[in-house]
């Protein structure tokens, strides 16, 4: 089934150890997007990459990067983890229009 | 200001009974409405979508109606099982753009 994958499912760093989370995807949408969502509380959009155009929402912070090597993979970087970066990051893709938008399952980020 | 307002904030219902959520959002210009469904630590598993033209759209026991001059939704859940615990949240893509404007979610919970 085509679908949006993200590995790890769980995923414990220390606090400034440099982490990274992946997604993947088998639908060849063309927009990928990362959001954090922290409990209870509704997804926040941190940016999306439209094929190889990277857009950063004004208020997601420097310690948050993304590349986007193919159309198939997306990846999260977190450079300096911090306590407050314990959070759900989600990846969703979509073609034009925001159609089809498909979430993955999400990778749980702790931070010790 | 583009909003989207969810009630009630939590609902606990008994298994078997129907239950409606609420959705209203002030998003302009509109593109579609989403009713999504997350399971806790999950992902969020989209129910149904639906343009400014459709007034109602099924899914098993899920049926969502948009009434697009008011800027309202509701999602009707028949006969309520325990697996329909979960948060189910309200997302209007702004028209135009790649961006979806997400509810707080209703934290629904089946007891039985």
């Known amino acids: 089934d085509a679908m949006v994958i993200q590995n790890p499912r769980y995923q414990v760093t220390q606090f400034g150890k440099p982490v990274t989370l992946s997604c993947s995807q088998t639908l060849n949408h063309n927009v990928m997007y990362w959001y954090q969502q922290k409990s209870s509380q509704a997804p926040k959009l941190l940016f999306h990459?439209?094929?190889?155009?990277?857009?950063n929402e004004a208020d997601t912070p420097d310690n948050f990067q993304s590349r986007r090597p193919n159309t198939s993979f997306c990846f999260l970087d977190i450079r300096s983890p911090g306590l407050g970066d314990a959070a759900m990051y989600l990846c969703?893709?979509?073609?034009?229009?925001?159609?089809?938008?498909?979430f993955g399952s999400g990778t749980r980020l702790t931070v010790v | 200001k583009n909003q989207v307002e969810q009630s009630p904030q939590s609902l606990i219902i008994l298994e078997g009974k129907n239950c409606t959520l609420q959705c209203n959002y002030t998003v302009s210009p509109f593109s579609n409405l989403r009713w999504y469904k997350q399971d806790t630590g999950r992902g969020p598993v989209s129910l149904t979508i639906?343009?400014?033209?459709?007034n109602t759209k099924s899914n098993g026991r899920y049926t969502a109606t948009l009434d697009a001059d008011t800027k309202q939704s509701s999602l009707h859940i028949t006969a309520s099982q325990l697996s329909d615990s979960a948060s189910y949240i309200c997302v209007v893509t702004l028209g135009g753009y790649n961006k979806l404007i997400f509810g707080a979610g209703t934290r629904l919970a089946v007891h039985p």
């Open positions: 990459y439209y094929d190889k155009d990277f857009n």
């Open positions: 639906m343009t400014f033209s459709e």
């Open positions: 969703a893709t979509s073609n034009q229009g925001a159609e089809g938008y498909t």
